[in-house]
């Protein structure tokens, strides 16, 4: 499956931004995606993912409420809407898929094997 990320941009501090993931290829409704980002000098994070089939939704420990992941398995799509953005959210977001993934492993990178290109998004305070 090939996936690629827009969406990103520049943002003022307490605004709001959707990122998309479209999907081509592959049967996507057996995929797992997920949302990683990046920050300068720092290492990639997991940041949510929805699972594949029924769409159980999981989020990192920073999120608190501020992220929702959502999937359209028709239109090959997997949004993540971003609310209250802070400074510290600036980063490269990264859309990532493993096929029927183990709830186990969604939040650890090295198990998706297909990834976007990634998608800057950067908020000014």
């Known amino acids: 499956v090939q996936l690629q990320a827009c969406g990103g941009g520049l943002v003022q501090a307490g605004g709001s931004r959707r990122l998309s993931c479209s999907a081509s290829?592959?049967?996507?409704?057996?995929?797992?995606v997920a949302w990683f980002r990046q920050a300068p000098g720092k290492a990639r994070e997991f940041v949510s993912a929805v699972k594949y089939g029924i769409g159980t939704t999981y989020y990192g420990d920073f999120v608190k409420g501020r992220f929702t992941i959502s999937r359209d398995n028709d239109k090959k799509m997997v949004w993540l809407q971003i609310d209250s953005l802070q400074p510290e959210d600036t980063a490269v977001y990264y859309c990532a898929a493993a096929s029927f993934l183990h709830d186990n492993h969604y939040g650890t990178e090295r198990y998706y094997n297909f990834w976007g290109q990634g998608t800057q998004v950067t908020v000014s305070s």
């Open positions: 290829g592959g049967a996507f409704i057996n995929y797992t």
